[in-house]
């Protein structure tokens, strides 16, 4: 069974800089896989941030972006800011129309 | 600006069939190369795609959930509907109905609704 891995927490200080991680557990994750990444805050549906690794979604601003960093796929937030602190998720495009959600992000900004 | 809103009850019996169907306005359900879909999120917990359908009626389902899920699409009322069969209280969540393609992940999500099962 495919498990898609993040951090299940993470803390960032206000202005600072964070990398946010999305694995495979028996893979490499590359482009082909489409990685895209979502926000959620507490009783809000998710927010498209980037797909296809590294494009942004309209409206998201260029504080986020997205990458592969080694075998994962990456979220970096620069110049965090107290309206970061959410839910992260990555999902990945397994192929035969199936995609996998990793377990989620928790971002804590102080 | 493409909406989605998802209807259907919110409570439902254990072993029974889970029925919702999701509404899309402001934009076409006959697009080639997007896909309609139910994500669920339980209480407290991440997002679990569930499966996914084409405009054409091509379907793929999540594989832990595969022979319980049904999802169908009618274009001419512009919806899409999900079924789940035999629910237990792991099936309670909050259900999402989202449009996504390939190259543009899930690009429009319903508002969500909550599905209970419990007697």
């Not at chain 1, 694995?23 to 590359?30: H, I, N, R, Y």
């Not at chain 1, 482009?31 to 941030?49: D, E, H, I, M, V």
């Not at chain 1, 296809?52 to 110049?79: M, Q, W, Y």
């Amino acid at each position: 069974q495919t498990v898609v891995t993040q951090e299940p927490s993470f803390s960032v200080s206000p202005g600072g800089t964070v990398t946010l991680t999305c694995g495979l557990s028996s893979d490499s994750v590359s482009t082909g896989y489409y990685p895209s990444w979502y926000q959620q805050t507490p009783g809000q549906a998710p927010r498209t941030l980037i797909y296809s690794t590294n494009t942004r979604s309209s409206g998201v601003p260029d504080r986020f972006s997205g990458s592969i960093l080694g075998n994962k796929a990456a979220l970096t937030i620069t110049g965090a800011q107290a309206d970061d602190e959410s839910n992260y998720y990555c999902a990945l495009y397994m192929g035969s129309g199936i995609s996998v959600f990793g377990g989620g992000t928790k971002l804590t900004v102080l | 600006q493409l909406q989605l809103q998802e209807s259907g009850p919110g409570l439902v019996k254990p072993s029974e069939t889970l029925s919702l169907t999701c509404t899309v306005s402001g934009g076409s359900i006959n697009i080639i190369s997007y896909y309609w879909g139910w994500i669920r999120q339980p209480p407290g917990k991440g997002l679990e795609w569930i499966g996914s359908i084409s405009y054409s009626g091509s379907t793929y389902y999540n594989p832990s959930l595969k022979g319980r899920v049904t999802i169908s699409v009618d274009t001419s009322k512009s919806l899409f509907s999900l079924k789940l069969s035999s629910v237990t209280a792991a099936d309670t969540a909050l259900y999402y109905c989202v449009r996504h393609s390939v190259g543009r992940g899930f690009d429009y999500w319903g508002q969500g609704t909550l599905v209970t099962v419990s007697s």
